[in-house]
């Protein structure tokens, strides 16, 4: 074995347990030391609290550490590792995981990103190599070649006999754990499982099936149902001799061991299995499999600051080692730089996840085997972090291998590449060019100048593009052709001639029926063209002539009308019966002006009139009908109401006139409350809504006849209770009482008011400060007092009055308590 002196820089040195099964030469338990003390061949030296050992030199059979060997061997205790490190920013859960949306970089590439970022990384990468070589030199002259497995094995420590019970507990329990996985793994092609690792290694059954996966080979004839002792013990026997055939090297250990279920033993002899068949085989510059294996981790993550790989232990604690050994083979899986560096067991649970479900790396630890523990246990990682230098590196030699081919074809391609391209290139020029003269000549035009426009910009796209494209193609060819010829003839191979099919003779004769084919359709997209144009042009001019001759026979009919109104109502109606034809035939010259315009077409030889001018007309005729119309109606209406005079009648038709905005002889509400205000006849909003529902009938318009019948309604003096109640609501401004101040100001004379001061109550509610201090009287107790009498009669004060009395009350302030409403 390698002193602590020989290992790589930066590696732990590694001590040995003095537990029973362990596989240091422990003076205290000799009966399980598995090396031969009568030969001679290996020796003790207490110095320092190192363990150093020789074989002899002529010893030449490769051994490996022994079958009891199975607690996590350590140099020192190092300071356990806080609670903060440990589970800071860790969820309980399993992190969930997404592949980076990243594409997958160059490792080269990433490699030199990182160690620009990571100055100090070469240095240091730099002595660990250096190390590495002189421990190397040391073990190649004074160790036997036994020495490059036994590497794995823990240097004595007398130390770690103090070691807490729970603790080694805790690994052995790892240790099981970690083995039963590679055990399943191993026995999955042959869809059997371990759940009990000491139980089910019992019969020998299973042990015998987990050597014949491990090394491709049978190991003959055994019990596979084993009932009896004995029989167990031969299948015992008989894969503990098969491994010693292997060469490897195996004493203190019987059948016994393995039937009777002593776990140690059975642990160590798994991890011996391990040891050979699964990290042996790594060689990393020559140096034993497991320097060779931490160098490896040392190396893939020297360009990451967070990372220092020293052992397989605490140096995995917070899972950002798993996270850069992703990152660095396959960055298109992980997004190293946005981990949150904190969460421990969240990067830990990521890595496991990513390398189990995209690599294939079987999950042989938990999460809190590593991050829980101070010193995770060194077995079980080593066992573990085996299947990812693996599974990386027969990545890479795929890789490599891929790469090997290219080169290898690159170089080989020369002359055939080049006549391969000459034959691929000149067949499908021919072809395209075949394709485009059957294309041309196969044509046929729809009758649209969109479609014959389509076709002439696809032809000059043709001759801007393609062509270009097929001329230099074909100058290149001719020119790559003579190189072919050139370059055979320099290494004085037999000359290239091109199938005849494909000769350069064969390419003028396309390419002249081509140009031929190319002319044809160039005459015939010009005359398509033309022949389009003419046609709308023709048939432009014959609707628009036709469509200007019926509005002026229309204009005409109402400029001649006379006689009585109700006949000059019925021949307007007729000519308002025939707009909507004129409408839709108007649509028509419009879609036809429309493909003028995308012809282009400025300049029209069979007509006068543009489309602008004809909708211009047409708007006017429309117009005259519907105002000649508006008018017969309103003359009929006003010839009913006899009740007004005409120079009343005239200002409200001014007025209705003026507020038709759009000559539809209707108003809207808005329109019909304009109307009114400039009349002076001024409401509330909810006045107005209510006049405008009970005049329009509901409707959204009011009528001419409507509008004047309410303008009879409120001009005319009715006398009735509604009316007299909407003139003292006038009078007082809407609050709910007048004063002898209100009745004068609109002029009633003094007669009148003292007639009414004496018969209206006095006011005794809430008053305006304005009129505080004069005598006030309530009207509306006047005129209740009045509909009560008159009850019988039908007469009452209609609700929307009363509400807006009441609103307005409310809208007083609140009656002072030194106040009253005779104030």
Request: charged share 25%.
């Given at each position: 074995m390698t002193s602590t002196a020989e290992r790589p820089q930066g590696a732990r040195p590694l001590s040995g347990s003095s537990l029973p099964g362990n596989a240091g030469c422990n003076e205290e338990f000799p009966e399980f030391c598995l090396h031969d003390h009568s030969a001679g061949t290996h020796h003790h030296h207490s110095t320092a609290g190192s363990h150093t050992s020789t074989s002899s030199p002529a010893s030449t059979t490769p051994t490996t550490p022994t079958t009891a060997e199975y607690s996590s061997p350590c140099a020192e205790k190092t300071p356990p590792v806080s609670r903060d490190r440990t589970s800071s920013g860790a969820s309980s859960t399993t992190t969930a995981y997404s592949p980076s949306p990243r594409t997958r970089r160059d490792k080269k590439e990433l490699q030199a990103q990182r160690l620009q970022r990571s100055g100090s990384s070469n240095l240091a990468l730099a002595r660990k190599e250096s190390t590495a070589k002189k421990?190397?030199?040391?073990?190649?002259?004074?160790?036997?070649?036994?020495?490059?497995?036994?590497?794995?094995?823990?240097?004595?420590?007398?130390?770690?006999?103090?070691?807490?019970?729970?603790?080694?507990?805790?690994?052995?329990?790892?240790?099981?754990?970690?083995?039963?996985?590679?055990?399943?793994?191993?026995?999955?092609?042959?869809?059997?499982?371990?759940?009990?690792?000491?139980?089910?290694?019992?019969?020998?059954?299973?042990?015998?099936?987990?050597?014949?996966?491990?090394?491709?080979?049978?190991?003959?004839?055994?019990?596979?149902?084993?009932?009896?002792?004995?029989?167990?013990?031969?299948?015992?026997?008989?894969?503990?001799?098969?491994?010693?055939?292997?060469?490897?090297?195996?004493?203190?250990?019987?059948?016994?061991?393995?039937?009777?279920?002593?776990?140690?033993?059975?642990?160590?002899?798994?991890?011996?299995?391990?040891?050979?068949?699964?990290?042996?085989?790594?060689?990393?510059?020559?140096?034993?499999?497991?320097?060779?294996?931490?160098?490896?981790?040392?190396?893939?993550?020297?360009?990451?600051?967070?990372?220092?790989?020293?052992?397989?232990?605490?140096?995995?604690?917070?899972?950002?080692?798993?996270?850069?050994?992703?990152?660095?083979?396959?960055?298109?899986?992980?997004?190293?730089?946005?981990?949150?560096?904190?969460?421990?067991?969240?990067?830990?649970?990521?890595?496991?996840?990513?390398?189990?479900?995209?690599?294939?790396?079987?999950?042989?630890?938990?999460?809190?085997?590593?991050?829980?523990?101070?010193?995770?246990?060194?077995?079980?990682?080593?066992?573990?972090?085996?299947?990812?230098?693996?599974?990386?590196?027969?990545?890479?030699?795929?890789?490599?291998?891929?790469?090997?081919?290219?080169?290898?074809?690159?170089?080989?391609?020369?002359?055939?590449?080049?006549?391969?391209?000459?034959?691929?290139?000149?067949?499908?020029?021919?072809?395209?060019?075949?394709?485009?003269?059957?294309?041309?000549?196969?044509?046929?035009?729809?009758?649209?100048?969109?479609?014959?426009?389509?076709?002439?910009?696809?032809?000059?796209?043709?001759?801007?593009?393609?062509?270009?494209?097929?001329?230099?193609?074909?100058?290149?060819?001719?020119?790559?052709?003579?190189?072919?010829?050139?370059?055979?003839?320099?290494?004085?191979?037999?000359?290239?001639?091109?199938?005849?099919?494909?000769?350069?003779?064969?390419?003028?004769?396309?390419?002249?029926g081509l140009s031929k084919t190319e002319m044809t359709r160039a005459q015939l997209i010009n005359e398509t063209i033309r022949d389009i144009k003419n046609a709308l042009r023709k048939s432009f001019a014959d609707k628009a002539n036709d469509f200007a001759m019926a509005l002026n026979t229309m204009q005409l009919a109402i400029s001649g009308l006379d006689g009585d109104v109700e006949d000059q109502l019925h021949h307007v109606r007729k000519l308002s019966d025939n707009l909507p034809p004129l409408d839709k035939y108007l649509e028509t010259i419009a879609a036809v002006d429309a493909k003028c315009q995308e012809a282009n077409i400025e300049e029209n030889d069979f007509t006068t009139y543009t489309y602008d001018e004809l909708v211009y007309e047409h708007g006017l005729v429309k117009s005259s009908v519907q105002k000649k119309l508006a008018f017969l109606d309103n003359q009929m209406v006003a010839r009913n109401m006899t009740n007004l005079t005409p120079i009343q009648l005239e200002e409200f038709e001014s007025v209705f006139r003026h507020f038709d905005r759009d000559d539809t002889n209707s108003l809207q509400e808005l329109e019909f409350s304009a109307a009114l205000a400039s009349l002076g006849l001024v409401f509330s909003e909810d006045e107005m809504h209510d006049y405008f529902m009970d005049t329009s009938k509901g409707r959204d318009h009011v009528t001419f006849e409507q509008f004047i019948r309410f303008m009879v309604d409120v001009t005319e003096d009715q006398n009735t209770a509604e009316q007299v109640f909407q003139s003292f609501r006038e009078v007082a401004d809407g609050k709910p009482y007048v004063t002898e101040m209100d009745l004068r100001h609109s002029l009633v004379p003094d007669e009148v008011i003292d007639k009414l001061i004496e018969i209206i109550p006095p006011h005794s509610g809430p008053d305006t400060a304005e009129d505080r201090g004069m005598p006030q009287y309530d009207y509306i107790a006047f005129m209740d007092k009045l509909i009560s009498d008159e009850k019988e009669a039908g007469t009452t004060i209609p609700s929307n009055v009363l509400q807006e009395r009441t609103n307005r009350v409310s809208m007083l302030p609140p009656k002072d308590p030194k106040l009253n409403g005779n104030h």
């Amino acid at each position: 074995m390698t002193s602590t002196a020989e290992r790589p820089q930066g590696a732990r040195p590694l001590s040995g347990s003095s537990l029973p099964g362990n596989a240091g030469c422990n003076e205290e338990f000799p009966e399980f030391c598995l090396h031969d003390h009568s030969a001679g061949t290996h020796h003790h030296h207490s110095t320092a609290g190192s363990h150093t050992s020789t074989s002899s030199p002529a010893s030449t059979t490769p051994t490996t550490p022994t079958t009891a060997e199975y607690s996590s061997p350590c140099a020192e205790k190092t300071p356990p590792v806080s609670r903060d490190r440990t589970s800071s920013g860790a969820s309980s859960t399993t992190t969930a995981y997404s592949p980076s949306p990243r594409t997958r970089r160059d490792k080269k590439e990433l490699q030199a990103q990182r160690l620009q970022r990571s100055g100090s990384s070469n240095l240091a990468l730099a002595r660990k190599e250096s190390t590495a070589k002189k421990n190397r030199f040391r073990s190649a002259t004074g160790s036997s070649p036994a020495d490059a497995l036994a590497a794995v094995e823990p240097p004595h420590d007398q130390g770690l006999t103090r070691m807490a019970f729970a603790e080694q507990q805790k690994w052995i329990t790892v240790q099981q754990k970690t083995f039963t996985k590679w055990m399943n793994t191993k026995l999955e092609a042959r869809q059997l499982e371990v759940k009990d690792l000491v139980a089910d290694l019992s019969d020998g059954v299973l042990l015998i099936h987990l050597l014949e996966c491990l090394s491709n080979d049978t190991l003959g004839r055994y019990a596979s149902k084993p009932k009896l002792r004995v029989q167990r013990f031969e299948n015992a026997n008989t894969a503990l001799d098969f491994i010693k055939g292997r060469g490897i090297q195996m004493t203190n250990i019987g059948a016994e061991d393995v039937v009777d279920g002593n776990r140690k033993i059975i642990l160590g002899l798994i991890w011996t299995l391990i040891l050979r068949f699964t990290i042996s085989d790594i060689n990393e510059e020559g140096m034993t499999a497991k320097e060779g294996l931490l160098l490896w981790c040392q190396r893939k993550t020297a360009c990451y600051d967070e990372v220092e790989v020293r052992d397989f232990s605490g140096s995995w604690n917070d899972g950002l080692a798993f996270c850069a050994l992703l990152d660095i083979h396959r960055p298109d899986l992980i997004d190293y730089d946005a981990l949150d560096k904190s969460d421990h067991r969240g990067n830990m649970q990521m890595a496991f996840d990513i390398a189990h479900k995209e690599i294939g790396i079987p999950k042989l630890l938990d999460v809190e085997d590593v991050c829980d523990v101070a010193k995770p246990d060194e077995r079980s990682l080593m066992t573990y972090i085996a299947y990812w230098f693996h599974a990386f590196s027969q990545m890479e030699k795929v890789e490599n291998a891929g790469r090997r081919v290219e080169k290898f074809v690159n170089n080989m391609a020369g002359a055939w590449e080049m006549q391969s391209a000459y034959e691929r290139r000149m067949r499908e020029l021919l072809r395209q060019i075949k394709e485009q003269i059957e294309k041309w000549q196969q044509a046929t035009f729809q009758g649209t100048y969109a479609d014959a426009k389509a076709q002439a910009n696809e032809f000059a796209a043709f001759k801007r593009g393609r062509k270009r494209e097929w001329v230099a193609e074909k100058s290149e060819l001719a020119t790559l052709l003579g190189n072919i010829k050139t370059k055979l003839g320099t290494y004085r191979l037999r000359p290239y001639d091109p199938p005849p099919e494909l000769s350069l003779e064969t390419m003028e004769r396309e390419w002249s029926g081509l140009s031929k084919t190319e002319m044809t359709r160039a005459q015939l997209i010009n005359e398509t063209i033309r022949d389009i144009k003419n046609a709308l042009r023709k048939s432009f001019a014959d609707k628009a002539n036709d469509f200007a001759m019926a509005l002026n026979t229309m204009q005409l009919a109402i400029s001649g009308l006379d006689g009585d109104v109700e006949d000059q109502l019925h021949h307007v109606r007729k000519l308002s019966d025939n707009l909507p034809p004129l409408d839709k035939y108007l649509e028509t010259i419009a879609a036809v002006d429309a493909k003028c315009q995308e012809a282009n077409i400025e300049e029209n030889d069979f007509t006068t009139y543009t489309y602008d001018e004809l909708v211009y007309e047409h708007g006017l005729v429309k117009s005259s009908v519907q105002k000649k119309l508006a008018f017969l109606d309103n003359q009929m209406v006003a010839r009913n109401m006899t009740n007004l005079t005409p120079i009343q009648l005239e200002e409200f038709e001014s007025v209705f006139r003026h507020f038709d905005r759009d000559d539809t002889n209707s108003l809207q509400e808005l329109e019909f409350s304009a109307a009114l205000a400039s009349l002076g006849l001024v409401f509330s909003e909810d006045e107005m809504h209510d006049y405008f529902m009970d005049t329009s009938k509901g409707r959204d318009h009011v009528t001419f006849e409507q509008f004047i019948r309410f303008m009879v309604d409120v001009t005319e003096d009715q006398n009735t209770a509604e009316q007299v109640f909407q003139s003292f609501r006038e009078v007082a401004d809407g609050k709910p009482y007048v004063t002898e101040m209100d009745l004068r100001h609109s002029l009633v004379p003094d007669e009148v008011i003292d007639k009414l001061i004496e018969i209206i109550p006095p006011h005794s509610g809430p008053d305006t400060a304005e009129d505080r201090g004069m005598p006030q009287y309530d009207y509306i107790a006047f005129m209740d007092k009045l509909i009560s009498d008159e009850k019988e009669a039908g007469t009452t004060i209609p609700s929307n009055v009363l509400q807006e009395r009441t609103n307005r009350v409310s809208m007083l302030p609140p009656k002072d308590p030194k106040l009253n409403g005779n104030h």
